[in-house]
């Protein structure tokens, strides 16, 4: 670019996870972007141990923040971080995401062309050895490919590679802070980001690496999860009079269980598509679990 890059806010919740957190920040370092353009603002969501260690070890490599709060979820922390922001964009990311070097410039690249758009990039599991991990991946990925469809058009991204005009953000009203787990706000924030009117636009060469490790209870916590954040999604749609509870047409579905057979080989698709379907039932579950609980409630 022949001006001046524009000035970037990188947003990292964390939570009780300084290894994946210290992965984060190397990463956020080997940025192929200027050291004067960017920001990093750390949100540590009420961690026993607070990681001023961690980010104190990269205070010669970045201009890094540390910000706490109470334990009040991801959603509140990126709130916290944004509330403090200075960049003309924000980038959101996680503890345990590593951005690829060109992610700034991709991101950079992207607002020259269209400075009020949502941005969304591609990431990617970076433990392909990990089933759940990769099951849980495949799931995102599957979701791109259907809302995403046409990428100057998209509905639907994930926090962990998402960034945006700062003050679009602050004009909607940021996350939803009543989404106190990991489920649905981002989801939420796009189709509020879309109620207002604004775009959103794919980047699949803004590239983030994935690093959540799963096992079997966890993945299973994690869409039952997903799916009382989906109730609580549908809820503030209903509220915005976006209409009644919609789920998606049965091919929906049928395409999601046979996806991995176009995107792996021999055993491992059948066992993802497997991981797939019990994803669906988990969701399926927690759904009904807070809708059962809200009526108890009443």
Not at 165 to 188: I, S
Not at 216 to 241: D, E, P, V
Not at 268 to 295: C, D, H, K, M, Y
Request: net charge neutral.
């Amino acid at each position: 670019m022949g001006q001046e890059q524009p000035f970037f806010s990188i947003v990292i919740p964390t939570y009780a996870r300084p290894g994946q957190l210290a992965v984060c920040l190397q990463s956020l370092a080997r940025l192929d972007y200027p050291r004067d353009r960017f920001e990093v603002i750390v949100v540590d969501d009420g961690s026993e141990k607070p990681p001023e260690a961690v980010v104190a070890s990269s205070c010669g490599q970045l201009d890094v923040t540390l910000l706490r709060q109470a334990h009040a979820g991801p959603a509140a922390a990126r709130n916290t971080g944004a509330a403090r922001a200075k960049g003309e964009f924000l980038a959101f990311t996680d503890d345990d995401c590593a951005p690829a070097p060109g992610w700034l410039q991709s991101l950079a690249a992207r607002f020259a062309r269209a400075s009020d758009c949502a941005i969304g990039g591609r990431t990617l599991n970076a433990l392909p050895d990990n089933p759940y991990s990769t099951a849980s991946q495949l799931l995102v990925a599957y979701l791109y490919t259907y809302y995403n469809a046409d990428p100057d058009q998209a509905c639907f991204f994930t926090s962990n590679n998402l960034a945006m005009p700062t003050d679009r953000f602050h004009t909607m009203g940021g996350f939803d802070a009543t989404y106190t787990r990991t489920a649905a706000e981002d989801r939420e924030l796009c189709d509020r980001w879309l109620h207002h009117g604004y775009r959103m636009t794919y980047a699949p060469e803004a590239l983030v690496y994935h690093a959540h490790v799963l096992t079997f209870r966890t993945f299973w916590r994690q869409h039952f999860n997903y799916g009382r954040g989906a109730f609580h999604f549908q809820q503030a749609r209903a509220h915005r009079a976006c209409g009644r509870i919609r789920l998606e047409p049965l091919p929906f579905y049928l395409n999601l269980l046979l996806y991995p057979f176009s995107q792996a080989q021999g055993w491992r698709a059948p066992l993802l598509a497997a991981l797939l379907g019990v994803s669906q039932v988990a969701n399926a579950v927690g759904f009904f679990w807070e809708w059962t609980n809200r009526i108890a409630r009443k």
